[in-house]
């Protein structure tokens, strides 16, 4: 079983005359680690829903032609998943960022808590979320998603929570008796569903109220106090299950 | 927020008068690193659903003297929960015993699959078993389950399928159209959940015949491919929130 070759192209490129040329690091890897050679089929994904079915027409020392075959469209999902969350330990962000785009997330924010570690990350959050995009590039080749979601710059959940209209189903992990699971909502017709998952320690109280003021309902996922990771991967997993199927 | 500690004793342990002395790495764990003093309330775990409520009484170089004040027993869950998968890249079934005991799985079993890696795994498994197995302890005190689950040795994904009698939901990952989704299935009276994940690229052909023939339903999480550790997890998160809410 021949492994099915992926290509990320930005969305502000698109074939001329059914030819679509690769330079760059996507070259290079192509070339260089995969060794693709002529006639090879490749996929095109621009994360914005079109795909270009493609096989390689000619190589060069730096750059590879495809011709186009086919183009696939996929709309837009039509309910977007927003997962807002604290960030995890050392590291644990760029799997978790990974998990995210797998599944098909559409939007992810950092949040800034009262309970989290904020001064850390305000520092090198440029690094940071450009490295975060690579790995959701990364991401939407190896599963196939043609949509490529938003990382946004870190927002406090207070200012988060205050974002959303009556047409968005707005959750909030929590570790509260009065926290529900997910699959106990009701389905009403609703355009984008947000998930909050805070620091460990949960989200304080102050922060919990201002959540349950703009409609938020608090949920939890079993008995069990999760990290925030499994907690972020796991509700949206959960949430897409409920309100997408 | 001083933070609950938790202590994990192996299961043939038990208080003798009301008093519990901790010795050996878990000891050394709280002395060293987390520096707790007299005084200091502590939860000890068992991994079969005891927790006993303690106080520290006395400590000394190497051990910690607890003095019980209460015994919180936690049956077994009602649906038993079993994750057996293929074992997904360098490092990561680490994370992923830890994210499947956060999530209070019962039974972790490594398949061998015809397109996974098998000769790596058989030569190293006992040390991967024990560090496994380590970092399951680690997570049930992380996240408070009060049951640690067993994790097993490898086996082959036929044998696997075949152990498992009518009053069991009988899952497998699958990426063919007829797998659906697990919130589809009906709920009907069940002991135990299994779920089998397979290796990058899937069962085989001839594996998931295997799986239908005993029972076996394929299912699927959302449009995209999942790598083996976002599967295992969101599976289980997801047939939890299916069938033990």
Same mark, same amino acid.
């Given at each position: 079983?021949?492994?099915?070759?992926?290509?990320?192209?930005?969305?502000?490129?698109?074939?001329?005359?059914?030819?679509?040329?690769?330079?760059?690091?996507?070259?290079?890897?192509?070339?260089?680690?995969?060794?693709?050679?002529?006639?090879?089929?490749?996929?095109?994904?621009?994360?914005?829903?079109?795909?270009?079915?493609?096989?390689?027409?000619?190589?060069?020392?730096?750059?590879?032609?495809?011709?186009?075959?086919? !183009?696939?469209?996929?709309? @837009?999902? +039509? &309910?977007?998943?927003?997962?807002?969350?604290?960030? $995890?330990?050392? #590291?644990?962000? %760029?799997?978790?960022?990974?998990?995210?785009?797998?599944?098909?997330?559409?939007?992810?924010?950092?949040?800034?808590?009262?309970?989290?570690?904020?001064?850390?990350?305000?520092?090198?959050?440029?690094?940071?979320?450009?490295?975060?995009?690579?790995?959701?590039?990364?991401?939407?080749?190896?599963?196939?998603?043609?949509?490529?979601?938003?990382?946004?710059?870190?927002?406090?959940?207070?200012?988060?929570?205050?974002?959303?209209?009556?047409?968005?189903?707005?959750?909030?992990?929590?570790?509260?008796?009065?926290?529900?699971? !997910?699959?106990?909502?009701? @389905?009403? +017709? &609703?355009?984008?569903?947000?998930?909050?998952?805070? $620091?460990?320690? #949960?989200?304080? %109280?102050?922060?919990?109220?201002?959540?349950?003021?703009?409609?938020?309902?608090?949920?939890?996922?079993?008995?069990?106090?999760?990290?925030?990771?499994?907690?972020?991967?796991?509700?949206?997993?959960?949430?897409?299950?409920?309100?997408?199927?």
């Amino acid at each position: 079983m021949s492994r099915l070759l992926r290509v990320f192209v930005p969305e502000d490129q698109s074939p001329a005359d059914g030819i679509f040329t690769i330079g760059g690091e996507e070259a290079r890897h192509l070339l260089k680690v995969l060794r693709v050679e002529v006639g090879r089929q490749v996929e095109v994904l621009n994360g914005k829903g079109l795909v270009w079915l493609a096989k390689v027409n000619e190589v060069s020392a730096r750059s590879i032609v495809l011709k186009i075959e086919e !183009i696939r469209e996929t709309p @837009q999902p +039509a &309910i977007a998943f927003e997962v807002a969350m604290a960030l $995890p330990k050392a #590291g644990r962000m %760029e799997e978790t960022v990974r998990q995210l785009t797998e599944l098909g997330v559409s939007r992810i924010t950092p949040l800034l808590t009262e309970r989290g570690e904020v001064g850390k990350l305000k520092d090198r959050i440029e690094g940071k979320l450009d490295k975060w995009n690579r790995i959701a590039v990364q991401a939407t080749k190896q599963s196939g998603n043609p949509w490529l979601p938003t990382i946004r710059e870190p927002v406090p959940f207070k200012h988060w929570c205050e974002g959303f209209s009556e047409d968005s189903c707005r959750l909030f992990g929590s570790l509260s008796p009065e926290a529900c699971p !997910i699959s106990s909502l009701s @389905q009403s +017709a &609703i355009k984008s569903v947000c998930i909050g998952i805070g $620091p460990e320690g #949960g989200f304080s %109280e102050n922060e919990e109220g201002h959540a349950l003021a703009f409609g938020f309902v608090p949920v939890r996922l079993g008995p069990h106090v999760l990290r925030i990771e499994t907690a972020a991967v796991c509700a949206l997993a959960v949430a897409q299950e409920v309100f997408a199927v």
